[in-house]
Structure formats: structure tokens, C-alpha cells
T-cell receptor, first 110, second 114 residues
Framework: SQQGEEDPQALSIQEGENATMNCSYK?????LQWYRQNSGRGLVHLIL?????REKHSGRLRVTLDTSKKSSSLLITASRAADTASYFC??????????FGQGTELSVKP | EAGVTQSPTHLIKTRGQQATLRCSPI?????VYWYQQALGLGLQFLLW???????NRGNFPPRFSGRQFPNYSSELNVNALELEDSALYLC?????????????FGQGTRLTVV
């Protein structure tokens, strides 16, 4: 079974709106990472948050981590049509391998 | 700086044949990871190589194997191909294997088994 589970599975918003995606995981982690994938191509690393961090920002991205609830959220502010992609969270509970969730499919309509 | 490169981009094989997929990591990265992304199944961890050694293996049969060369590039071999092996195979590399490092992915090899 997947370590990470994202919700919602699909999200459709208008350009300019904010998009929030959530990720839950089961075991203890060292860090949690978010990736983006554009239509069946390679994954692009977005942000890494360590287990001792609670919040991290990168441009229009804001990631939070709540280790007590074993959950994380990714917020994309002022979304653009180019943000349309699948977003995955990944954890590393077992040295060296990332465990990915099923992903959230984000559609940003112009 | 060149990213992770994978070849070929697309590969079509017949059931029962063998497939070989190749990956060149980012210069300076010693760890290479392989993932399978089949339709509807998400990203499944296959293999992790670091400094030429297999460090971790996912829940895949032995006909999935690979190796890492002295220049840190890697090969994934899939023997006795089955229809359900059709998937996007992604390779990733990182500077230091294990905890706390981000992985950089290639564009993938789309394997189709007919």
C-alpha cells in the first residue's frame, strides 16, 4: 500500500485561485517531498520539508507538515494554467526509497 | 548542467522478450533509483543503487534486475516481459542516497509490451 495518500484525487480551479492539496502518511518520516508531473513525463522536485520543520515556502508554494497528524499540505497561490499537472507527495520511511502517493490531478482553467 | 537522461524514450517489445533501459544520473550523483508508473497504480519503487551496489529493492519479481556502472550510470533489465510490465519507467538520481536528499527524475522510458 502507498505510504502517502493525497486528497483530493482531482481538483479543478480557475486561474488566480489558490489550490490546496493534502497528503497523509502512515509511518515516521525523515522528510516529505512534493513533486509535479506534467502529463506522463518525468517528475519535477518542488520542495522538501524535514520532519523538524513545520512550514516552508518557495515562490508561490507553501508546504506545511504536521508530524503529530502525519499529514502535509501543499498550497499553490495565484494559480496559473501552467500549474496544471499531477502533484505527488513522497516520504522516505525506509532508507533510500521514496514512497509516493497516488497524486492529485490539478486542472487550472484560464 | 545536464539533468538525468534516460534512453530510449519509447520501447516496444513482445511478450517474453527482454528489455534494457538506461539511465545517466546528474554529474556528481552517486545514487540511482528506478520506479515503475503503470496506469492506475501510481509510482512503485523498483530499485536503488548507490556506489555500484544494490541498496534496496521494491516488491518486484527477480526478472526485474539492474546494475550500476563505475560511472554511476545504470541499467534496468526486465526479462520474460509480460503485458502488465507496460508502464512508464522513471529513473532518478541524488547526491547522497538515503535520507534527506531530493531526487531528480529523468523523462522516463515508456515500455509497451504487446
Amino acid at each position: 500500500s502507498q505510504q502517502g495518500e493525497e486528497d483530493p484525487q482531482a481538483l479543478s480551479i480557475q486561474e488566480g485561485e489558490n489550490a490546496t492539496m493534502n497528503c497523509s502518511y502512515k509511518t515516521s518520516i525523515n522528510n516529505l517531498q512534493w513533486y509535479r508531473q506534467n502529463s506522463g513525463r518525468g517528475l519535477v522536485h518542488l520542495i522538501l520539508i524535514r520532519s523538524n520543520e513545520r512550514e516552508k515556502h518557495s515562490g508561490r508554494l507553501r508546504v506545511t507538515l504536521d508530524t503529530s497528524k502525519k499529514s502535509s499540505s501543499l498550497l499553490i497561490t495565484a494559480s496559473r494554467a501552467a500549474d496544471t499537472a499531477s502533484y505527488f507527495c513522497a516520504t522516505d520511511p525506509d532508507g533510500g526509497k521514496l514512497i509516493f502517493g497516488q497524486g492529485t490531478e490539478l486542472s487550472v482553467k484560464p | 548542467e545536464a539533468g538525468v537522461t534516460q534512453s530510449p524514450t519509447h520501447l516496444i517489445k513482445t511478450r517474453g522478450q527482454q528489455a534494457t533501459l538506461r539511465c545517466s544520473p546528474i554529474s556528481g550523483h552517486t545514487s540511482v533509483y528506478w520506479y515503475q508508473q503503470a496506469l492506475g497504480l501510481g509510482l512503485q519503487f523498483l530499485l536503488w543503487y548507490d556506489e555500484g551496489e544494490e541498496r534496496n529493492r521494491g516488491n518486484f519479481p527477480p526478472r526485474f534486475s539492474g546494475r550500476q556502472f563505475p560511472n554511476y550510470s545504470s541499467e534496468l533489465n526486465v526479462n520474460a516481459l509480460e503485458l502488465e510490465d507496460s508502464a512508464l519507467y522513471l529513473c532518478a538520481s541524488s547526491f547522497v542516497g538515503g535520507r534527506g536528499t531530493e531526487a531528480f527524475f529523468g523523462q522516463g522510458t515508456r515500455l509497451t509490451v504487446v
